[in-house]
């Protein structure tokens, strides 16, 4: 049945795209997390890949949630002597979340997932079309 | 004498089975529509004669040119031509779906599917009252 079909890929879409919401309210959750070390790092913010494969039992090219990774560079520092985490100058290094940024891929993940559903719907409505055939 | 066999019916199975592989298509874009380098693609409608003439979707298949060469065909692809969707907007990562457009196809797809089944649903009322059932 090749609505069905429709219904799994738009499915491993929405999948994939639950699977972003979460890495990314772990990404708004730990925003403030410092070490509790001296001069140690905090948190490192975490970015969701996604990876195209082709679906062999479903003869589609489906998407699903590739390795989760987490950029490098050099963290922000905040001036604050008394902080468990503060160096020898009284720096604190603060993790590179921008909540702002978070704030937009929350949306562009929500955006997604309701586009996804709604093809869900509305592969639903043609199934059920196509099964009141048998009524006529 | 099978249903399908009446010119009108299995021309709307034809464009029936066309909007179920539309719609796999444009599950596949939506789904895919943040995968960076990805690129729409949607199927090309049946041209009028190719309805008329029921060979709608012929596919791909091989030729053959003696009795005893065995026929193949592309096992589970469309038998519809799809083409890439030109003209659309690329953002940066390479990907080449338009979100709106793709849930406009959608609705499209749908409301022409009900369409088709609707037809089909007079048709055989039409059967029903030639046989005098009605």
């Known amino acids: ?136 | 004498m099978a249903a399908a066999d009446i010119p009108i019916f299995s021309m709307l199975r034809d464009r029936m089975r066309w909007h179920q592989d539309r719609q796999k298509l444009l599950a596949e874009n939506v789904a895919n529509a943040e995968t960076p380098g990805y690129r729409a693609r949607d199927l090309r409608s049946p041209s009028f004669d190719e309805l008329v003439q029921g060979n709608a979707g012929s596919g791909i298949g091989t030729l053959r040119t003696n009795e005893r060469h065995i026929t193949g065909s592309v096992q589970g692809g469309s038998r519809f031509q799809v083409r890439r969707d030109t003209g659309v907007v690329t953002t940066p990562d390479g990907n080449r779906v338009n979100l709106e457009d793709e849930m406009l196809k959608v609705a499209q797809n749908q409301m022409d599917y009900q369409a088709v089944t609707g037809l089909y649903q007079r048709s055989l009322g039409l059967i029903r009252t030639a046989l005098g059932k009605r």
Do not use: C, W
């Open chain 1, 1 to 136: 049945m090749d609505f069905l079909r429709s219904i799994r890929i738009a499915t491993g879409g929405m999948r994939a795209q639950a699977g972003r919401m979460r890495v990314v309210s772990e990404n708004i959750a730990n925003a403030n997390s410092t070490a509790d070390t001296a001069g140690g790092d905090p948190y490192r913010r975490k970015v969701p890949t996604f990876r195209t494969s082709f679906d062999r039992e479903l003869q589609a090219t489906t998407v699903q949630l590739g390795p989760v990774r987490q950029p490098q560079g050099e963290f922000q520092t905040r001036f604050d002597p008394n902080h468990p985490a503060a160096d020898a100058r009284g720096m604190v290094k603060v993790p590179n979340v921008n909540s702002l940024v978070e704030a937009m891929d929350m949306r562009e993940a929500q955006r997604s997932y309701e586009a996804n559903l709604n093809v869900v719907t509305s592969t639903r409505r043609m199934l059920q079309r196509t099964i009141d055939l048998l009524k006529a």
